[in-house]
């Protein structure tokens, strides 16, 4: 089943992880969207891209608006395609929510057991990571392109949590809307640094299927999910999503797609106050 939902209220096209807002009715967890024929400008998330600040800014203020979160909970990193894990304090809330000055530096992994903190990181195909961790009440995000991924920016979530009290078996992860392996193709300069990390030939054969010589289909989010049920993570609690951020063209950016020239979504994670 398809964990990921579409809304489209109120002119705000996202995404809800459905799944676990259900189970966990304090979570607010999702992914944005924007709709066919729009530009870079109209659903744009990121500070990075060249886009006015102040349309990025409003285009936050008005999702914050849309999730019935406060603009000002709108915490996030600079990514650098890094495995930094930051935890989140109650005096770290809104960093980062107005300019990349007051975001959290070279980080690209975010955690937090505070309430009213919504943590934000920016896409156009990388794979965004969702961590929750129910028995110390942490969520987390992390981005993970395929130089995170390698280098092992989910594992380090998973210790981060672990280092908090989490049960292992207990953490919860969910995969979002990234480039599948349809769209993804790479060559030996991604293939050579995944085999370091999953070596066993049936295995990696599942993650990138080579039609060409010298060129694989890599699919980045299976190859996240197989590193993270070797930290231990159960697989019945890890969801992986069938949308393919370059396929799926009416719903998303796409970097590779649109050769560098795109907008970005926002992956985002956060907890209300239990009975608010």
Known sequence: M????YHDMLNIPYFSLDLWEKEFPHLVVGFSARRNGEDIHCRNYALHVGDRPEQVIENRKLLAKQLGIPFTAWTCGEQVHGTHVEQVTAADRGKGCDSRESAFSGTDGMITGEPDILLASYYADCVPLYFYSPDIDFVGVAHAGWKGTVQGIGIQMVQKLLQLGAKREEIRVA?????????????????????????????????????IPGKWQLDLRQANAELLKREGVSPGHIQLTKWCTSCDKDYFYSHRRDRGKTGRMVAWIGKRERGS
């Open 175 to 211: 995969i979002g809307p990234s480039i599948g392996s349809c769209c993804y193709e790479v060559d030996e300069r991604v293939i050579e640094p995944l085999q370091q990390v999953i070596s066993e030939a049936d295995t990696l054969q599942t993650i990138a299927v080579s039609h």
């Open 2 to 5: 398809e964990p990921f939902k």
